[in-house]
């Protein structure tokens, strides 16, 4: 049975809170403002392919590219950028199609590829092995979809989640450098609709996981005592479930964002309605087409990148930014991350984009 009521206790803090907090009472300078766009491309920058897949941002503030020749990471304090590609590699020896990014507990970094399998960066670990790769089943899937993490482990090192085309796999890690793999589909959990699994994210309001199904809609899974697995399918729109999103906007709207392969929906957890934005239920103003990623400040600002560009939708006010009205440097839209201080990072198939009305902060 669907859980459409919940509890939770919330706790907002606002990106300038996060920012600025302390005991000081000295007012911090704030970074200067950059243009409104910046543009990164393989040709002028060291961005390392510019099909972007996914972009992940760590405990440090750093960003991570997942591109179709390896991952990129950008510092933009130090305005500096790190390739990975070497230890990104397929058996055949090209370079990896990296579709995933997060950080573990344990600041160790994961990359989910298309045909290398699940990669680990652990600068922390004790045996001297930096990287290890998991590629068989009951170690990790062959191709990744999706890769999460669920942190709220009190005591223990935290577990990744890695949703792919046959089925989802999770890591609980036993100590720095060990862990264990337990491997779920529809065989063994009856609430995954389906073995292809396309998406998967952490609710950062309660650290409940979401998956994302090609068909069937989407899952949820969560702690409480034991693991237990909840499944959503909108009654009107069954598409696949290519991005998850989440928000609040106040204590009585709990909002889960679904961007499918037509348009998006949007789940109101404590009432269960569903909406619907499509050009048709929008007046056209929500372009039509797939969403391929979804972005929310957990209020009221809602990004939504598309095969046709970038939406925003501000509260109830639509904008829609493309090729032809901005420097998006291509109407597809594939990733999209905002940063603490409110710039928007859009990945899109040729190349990467930074956008802050008023101007860019680092």
Same mark, same amino acid.
């Given at each position: 049975?669907?859980?459409?009521?919940?509890?939770?206790?919330?706790?907002?803090?606002?990106?300038?809170?996060?920012?600025?907090?302390?005991?000081?009472?000295?007012?911090?300078?704030?970074?200067?403002?950059?243009?409104?766009?910046?543009?990164?491309?393989?040709?002028?920058?060291?961005?390392?392919?510019?099909?972007?897949?996914?972009?992940?941002?760590?405990?440090?503030?750093?960003?991570?590219?997942?591109?179709?020749?390896?991952?990129?990471?950008?510092?933009?304090?130090?305005?500096?950028?790190?390739?990975?590609?070497?230890?990104?590699?397929?058996?055949?020896?090209?370079?990896?199609?990296?579709?995933?990014?997060?950080?573990?507990?344990?600041?160790?970094?994961?990359?989910?590829?298309?045909?290398?399998?699940?990669?680990?960066?652990?600068?922390?670990?004790?045996?001297?092995?930096?990287?290890?790769?998991?590629?068989?089943?009951?170690?990790?899937?062959?191709?990744?979809?999706?890769?999460?993490?669920?942190?709220?482990?009190?005591?223990?090192?935290?577990?990744?989640?890695?949703?792919?085309?046959?089925?989802?796999?999770?890591?609980?890690?036993?100590?720095?450098?060990?862990?264990?793999?337990?491997?779920?589909?529809?065989?063994?959990?009856?609430?995954?609709?389906?073995? &292809?699994? +396309?998406? /998967?994210?952490?609710?950062?309001?309660?650290?409940? !996981? $979401?998956? %994302?199904?090609?068909? =069937?809609? *989407? @899952?949820?899974?969560?702690?409480?005592?034991?693991?237990?697995?909840?499944?959503?399918?909108?009654?009107?729109?069954?598409?696949?479930?290519?991005?998850?999103?989440?928000?609040?906007?106040?204590?009585?709207?709990?909002?889960?964002?679904?961007?499918?392969?037509?348009?998006?929906?949007?789940?109101?957890?404590?009432?269960?309605?569903?909406?619907?934005?499509?050009?048709?239920?929008?007046?056209?103003?929500?372009?039509?087409?797939?969403?391929?990623?979804?972005?929310?400040?957990?209020?009221?600002?809602?990004?939504?990148?598309?095969?046709?560009?970038?939406?925003?939708?501000?509260?109830?006010?639509?904008?829609?930014?493309?090729?032809?009205?901005?420097?998006?440097?291509? &109407?597809? +839209?594939? /990733?999209?991350?905002?940063?603490?201080?409110?710039? !928007? $990072?859009? %990945?899109?198939?040729? =190349?990467? *984009? @930074?956008?802050?009305?008023?101007?860019?902060?680092?």
């Amino acid at each position: 049975m669907l859980r459409l009521i919940r509890r939770y206790t919330y706790i907002i803090i606002g990106f300038s809170a996060l920012l600025y907090s302390g005991c000081s009472n000295e007012t911090p300078t704030a970074p200067p403002l950059g243009p409104e766009w910046i543009v990164y491309t393989h040709d002028n920058s060291r961005l390392a392919g510019n099909r972007i897949r996914c972009i992940h941002i760590d405990s440090d503030g750093s960003l991570w590219f997942g591109t179709d020749s390896g991952a990129s990471r950008f510092t933009p304090r130090t305005n500096s950028w790190t390739n990975l590609k070497d230890s990104l590699r397929t058996s055949g020896g090209s370079i990896a199609q990296v579709s995933a990014i997060t950080q573990a507990k344990d600041r160790s970094v994961w990359f989910g590829t298309i045909g290398a399998g699940v990669i680990r960066f652990n600068s922390q670990s004790q045996t001297g092995r930096a990287w290890t790769r998991f590629i068989d089943r009951g170690d990790g899937p062959t191709v990744v979809t999706g890769i999460t993490a669920y942190k709220l482990d009190p005591g223990g090192y935290g577990e990744i989640w890695v949703a792919s085309n046959s089925g989802i796999d999770r890591y609980d890690q036993t100590d720095v450098d060990q862990g264990t793999w337990t491997y779920y589909d529809p065989s063994i959990t009856v609430s995954l609709p389906t073995r &292809n699994i +396309v998406s /998967a994210f952490t609710n950062p309001i309660d650290d409940h !996981l $979401w998956f %994302g199904a090609a068909t =069937g809609g *989407a @899952v949820e899974a969560y702690y409480d005592a034991n693991l237990l697995w909840d499944k959503f399918e909108s009654p009107l729109e069954k598409y696949q479930v290519n991005t998850i999103a989440f928000d609040v906007v106040n204590f009585e709207t709990n909002n889960v964002w679904f961007g499918k392969e037509v348009g998006a929906s949007k789940l109101n957890l404590m009432s269960g309605k569903w909406t619907y934005y499509t050009p048709d239920s929008t007046n056209g103003q929500f372009p039509g087409g797939a969403v391929n990623a979804i972005e929310t400040n957990y209020l009221t600002t809602r990004w939504f990148g598309m095969d046709s560009g970038l939406v925003l939708l501000d509260d109830t006010v639509y904008s829609r930014f493309t090729q032809d009205n901005s420097q998006l440097p291509n &109407n597809r +839209v594939t /990733a999209l991350k905002l940063d603490m201080r409110g710039n !928007l $990072w859009i %990945g899109t198939r040729f =190349g990467l *984009a @930074v956008y802050k009305k008023g101007g860019t902060q680092f």
